[in-house]
């Protein structure tokens, strides 16, 4: 796979999918963020041990200024490649408006601030859910998903919730798969491409949190994976890699899963 040596930048790169998507790129320059400057320092330390080209800085991603600082200083360093956003948080966090505002909010605010950066070739790369194939089409909350700026969003979507963190997430995460349809053509115009992949269960800090509040839910989810294991971390770096490549140089503006074939079963059991 030829990916030109421009930086690759991961948001919640000291996280379970975020490292082992920096690990997947050997050989090009990274730039790794995260909320905090310790977590971040102590992520690239231990890359630059194992030989990698990777700097850091962190970046609150909910926090304008903080994104500011961060795309001058990927601008400073370079050229885009792709901008990989792992960051954010599960249903186990129990304020909606956190979730809303953590995975798709911010996740706008990044598409925006970074479509500066996008050149030809670049890619953005966002990571939504398989739980966010569980929410259907529905045009009175997709339109807020797709707008999450808007001052009504969250109100909007919050009627659909039940004051459910978990679902929340869901419908957050249907945004971030929405987002990719808003921006692809700003994106095209430049030649850059926008996508998000979905992945099921992976075994990350994030997941085992979930996996301690509802272990049943966890192990039925397992034994109605056709592959009859849950994901590792490397599972989803490798299609990453793929997506961040000329190989994948025609994929925008959907998404992917990576979710072992589970959510077509969960689907038909409810
Ligand atoms: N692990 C799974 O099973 C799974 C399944 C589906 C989707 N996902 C999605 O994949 C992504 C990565 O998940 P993970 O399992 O690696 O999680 P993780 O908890 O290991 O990593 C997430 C990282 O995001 C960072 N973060 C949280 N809030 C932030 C903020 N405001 N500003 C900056 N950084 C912030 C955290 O510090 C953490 O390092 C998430 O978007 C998650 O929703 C994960």
Known sequence: M??????????????????????????????LTDYSQEKVDDTVEELIKEGFDVKGIACDITNKNDIDKLIKYVADHGSLKAMIHTAGVSGTVK?????YTIDLIATE????AFYKLAEKDSVAILLSSMMAHTVPENKD????????QAPESFNIVSRFVNNDSDLMYNFAKRGVQLLTHKHADKWGQKGARIVSV????????????????????????KQATPLKRNGQPEDVANVICFLASDAASFITSTDILVDGGVIHNIKKMT
């Not at 605010?109 to 925006?112: A, F, G, Q």
């Open 198 to 221: 979905s992945p099921g269960v992976i075994e990350t800090p994030m997941a085992l949190k979930a996996a301690e509040e509802h272990p049943e839910r966890m192990e039925t989810i």
């Open 95 to 99: 304020d909606l408006k956190k979730v």
């Open 2 to 31: 030829n990916i030109q040596k421009k930086a690759i930048v991961i948001t919640g790169g000291s996280g379970g999918i975020g490292q082992a998507c920096a690990r997947a790129f050997k050989n090009h320059p990274l730039i």
């Open 141 to 148: 909350y997709d339109e807020a998903l797709a707008n999450p």
């Open 109 to 112: 605010l990044l598409v925006d």
